[in-house]
C-alpha cells in the first residue's frame, strides 16, 4: 500500500468497494438528470490528488466522466481569455469532469514561478469569484477541495517517487523547483484563500498526510454534496444466442494470435521448460511428460 495508514488494508478496500458502488449510483442519477458537475483538486505536488481522482473514476463510465489535466499552454493559449482553455472543458449535461489542477493555476505556480505578471495575477484574483458565480448561475455544480500535505509527508512520497521507477515520471524539473519554495507557495496559497474562499462557493480542505483515509474522506464528502437515488437497472434476462445455421467461422489458425507466455510453467515444468521467450510460446506438458491433447477450436 505505499504510505503507512491508520486504516486497515482489508478496510480500506472493502470500503473503497463499497463507495465504488455508490458512485456508480450517483453517475447514473447525474446521467439522469442530465446534471454538470465540476470537481477541482487543488493543492501541493504530491499531495494525492492523482490517486483520489483515479479512486473516484475507476468504476465509472468514462463517456460521462472525465479527467481533465492541462499541460502548460500553448503560445496560442497564452494569447486567449486566460479562462478559455478550461471553459471548452467544462461539462455538458450528464457529465462529471474532474481537474487535476485547473485555472488556480495562475494562483499557485505561476504566481510563484513567475509565469504571469502581477497585472494578470491581480486580475484573476479579481475575476475568478464571479467566473465561478457564473458557472454556478448557468446550472454547473462547482466542489472545489485543497489537499493539505505536511512538509515531511511530501518529502518522503517525493523519495518514494525517485526509487520507484514506475513513479519517477511524476517528478518534474517544476517539482524540484516547488520544493525550494514551500514558503511561497503557502503565501499564496493564504492569499488564494482569501479572495476564492467564498460562502457561496468555498474550498474543502483535506487532511492528505494519510492518503487511503483521504481517498476514502473525500469520496464521502462528494457523495453527501448529492441527494441522488438508487436507478440501478432491475436484472434482465439475456436473451438466447443467434445459433450458427450453415455459417463456417474460418480456420482459427488463420489469424495472428499473440503469443501465450502468461500463464507461464510453474515449477519442476519451468526448470525443464527453461526461459520462454514471447515470440517463441512453447507446447504445454502432462504432469507424465505426453504432450496434452490439442485444444478445440475457439469460437
Known amino acids: 500500500?505505499?504510505?503507512?495508514?491508520?486504516?486497515?488494508?482489508?478496510?480500506?478496500?472493502?470500503?473503497?468497494?463499497?463507495?465504488?458502488?455508490?458512485?456508480?449510483?450517483?453517475?447514473?442519477?447525474?446521467?439522469?438528470?442530465?446534471?454538470?458537475?465540476?470537481?477541482?483538486?487543488?493543492?501541493?505536488?504530491?499531495?494525492?490528488?492523482?490517486?483520489?481522482?483515479?479512486a473516484i473514476t475507476s468504476g465509472l463510465n468514462p463517456r460521462f466522466a472525465r479527467i481533465v489535466a492541462l499541460a502548460a499552454p500553448t503560445e496560442k493559449e497564452k494569447t486567449q481569455w486566460y479562462f478559455q482553455r478550461y471553459v471548452a472543458q467544462l461539462p455538458s449535461g450528464g457529465e462529471m469532469v474532474f481537474f487535476d489542477r485547473s485555472w488556480y493555476n495562475r494562483a499557485g505556480v505561476e504566481k510563484v514561478m513567475g509565469f504571469c505578471t502581477a497585472d494578470e495575477y491581480n486580475e484573476f484574483a479579481r475575476t475568478v469569484p464571479e467566473f465561478e458565480r457564473?458557472?454556478?448561475?448557468?446550472?454547473?455544480?462547482?466542489?472545489?477541495?485543497?489537499?493539505?500535505?505536511?512538509?515531511?509527508?511530501?518529502?518522503?512520497?517525493?523519495?518514494?517517487?525517485?526509487?520507484?521507477?514506475?513513479?519517477?515520471?511524476?517528478?518534474?524539473?517544476?517539482?524540484?523547483?516547488?520544493?525550494?519554495?514551500?514558503?511561497?507557495?503557502?503565501?499564496?496559497?493564504?492569499?488564494?484563500?482569501?479572495?476564492?474562499?467564498?460562502?457561496?462557493?468555498?474550498?474543502?480542505?483535506?487532511?492528505?498526510d494519510d492518503k487511503y483515509c483521504a481517498r476514502l474522506n473525500v469520496i464521502t464528502h462528494?457523495?453527501?454534496?448529492?441527494?441522488?437515488?438508487?436507478?440501478?437497472?432491475?436484472?434482465?434476462?439475456?436473451?438466447?444466442?443467434?445459433?450458427?445455421?450453415?455459417?463456417?467461422?474460418?480456420?482459427?489458425?488463420?489469424?495472428?494470435?499473440?503469443?501465450?507466455?502468461?500463464?507461464?510453467?510453474r515449477g519442476a515444468e519451468a526448470d525443464e521448460a527453461g526461459p520462454s521467450r514471447p515470440d517463441e510460446p512453447r507446447a504445454g506438458k502432462k504432469k507424465d511428460g505426453k504432450k496434452g491433447k490439442k485444444k478445440e477450436k475457439k469460437k
Do not use: C
Open 1 to 54: 500500500m505505499g504510505d503507512k495508514s491508520a486504516i486497515d488494508k482489508k478496510e480500506y478496500f472493502d470500503e473503497l468497494d463499497r463507495l465504488t458502488v455508490e458512485l456508480v449510483k450517483l453517475q447514473e442519477w447525474v446521467k439522469a438528470k442530465a446534471l454538470r458537475v465540476v470537481v477541482i483538486f487543488e493543492g501541493r505536488d504530491a499531495a494525492g490528488k492523482g490517486g483520489v481522482i483515479k
Open 134 to 208: 457564473m458557472l454556478m448561475r448557468s446550472g454547473i455544480m462547482l466542489i472545489k477541495y485543497w489537499f493539505s500535505v505536511s512538509d515531511d509527508a511530501q518529502e518522503q512520497r517525493f523519495k518514494d517517487r525517485l526509487e520507484d521507477p514506475a513513479k519517477r515520471w511524476k517528478l518534474s524539473p517544476m517539482d524540484m523547483a516547488a520544493r525550494s519554495k514551500w514558503v511561497d507557495y503557502s503565501r499564496a496559497k493564504d492569499a488564494m484563500f482569501e479572495f476564492s474562499d467564498t460562502l457561496d462557493n468555498p474550498w474543502h480542505v483535506v487532511d492528505a
Open 222 to 265: 462528494f457523495l453527501a454534496r448529492f441527494q441522488y437515488k438508487d436507478l440501478t437497472p432491475e436484472p434482465i434476462d439475456l436473451p438466447p444466442r443467434q445459433k450458427a445455421g450453415k455459417y463456417v467461422r474460418p480456420p482459427i489458425d488463420s489469424q495472428k494470435w499473440i503469443p501465450r507466455v502468461y500463464p507461464g510453467p
